[in-house]
């Protein structure tokens, strides 16, 4: 059974801030490795503005995506980057200038819609070229992006860039529903879907 994630705009403590967060330790929260449900309500001290992937520019929109989107890439301990929904780290051609990325198979958004390589060309495409795009800028060195099959995407740069896996591994590397975007449309932020072991469910603000 699929959890849901909803959130209010409160006023807290730094303290109950952090165990909100904390999605695996949270009272009420379900214990997503047993496949259990259950509901988190994430409370934060200030307003993430928009939730939409590619439109978001707080520190506090970070907070929320973490428990119901997934990226490209992670982070970990160490600061190192690891793959979340890519299965490796990129392999990038001698030239520095294409970059290929294999994806995991098998996985789901939380709408039903197959997660695969196009989705992330949807993504990335729509990060690129969307009207007042957050991403825009973080990602400006992709001259293109496509999937030559379901686990691979092929990424063409303008000129070598190496943070390119960093930002991968923040909201650029955010993977949208294709289906949910075409649905809302410009409203995607009022209902967003990703991959992840929350489904988004409501705002109170």
């Known amino acids: 059974m699929r959890t849901r994630f909803t959130f209010g705009l409160v006023v807290v403590a730094a303290a109950g801030l952090a165990a909100a967060c904390s999605t695996p ?48 890439y992670d982070v970990n301990n160490a600061l190192q980057p690891i793959p979340q929904l890519a299965t490796a780290l990129p392999k990038t051609s001698s030239d520095g200038l294409t970059v290929t990325i294999p994806v995991r198979s098998g996985a789901k958004f939380n709408d039903g819609t197959p997660f695969n390589a196009q989705a992330v060309v949807t993504s990335l495409q729509r990060d690129l070229t969307l009207a007042g795009s957050g991403r825009a800028k973080e990602i400006a060195a992709i001259q293109s992006v496509s999937a030559p099959d379901a686990t691979t995407v092929q990424i063409k740069l303008k000129h070598p860039f190496s943070p390119l896996v960093a930002q991968l591994a923040d909201r650029a590397g955010l993977v949208m529903s294709p289906t949910a975007l ?6 995607f932020a009022t209902n967003p879907v990703c991959v992840g072991p929350f489904k988004f469910s409501s705002r109170v603000e």
């Open 182 to 187: 075409q649905k809302e449309g410009a409203k």
């Open 25 to 72: 330790s949270t009272p009420g929260a379900a214990d997503t490795s047993s496949g259990s449900g259950g509901t988190i309500t994430v409370a934060l001290a200030d307003d993430p503005g928009t939730i939409d992937p590619t439109l978001a520019n707080t520190l506090a929109s970070r907070v929320v995506f973490t428990s119901f989107c997934e990226k490209l």
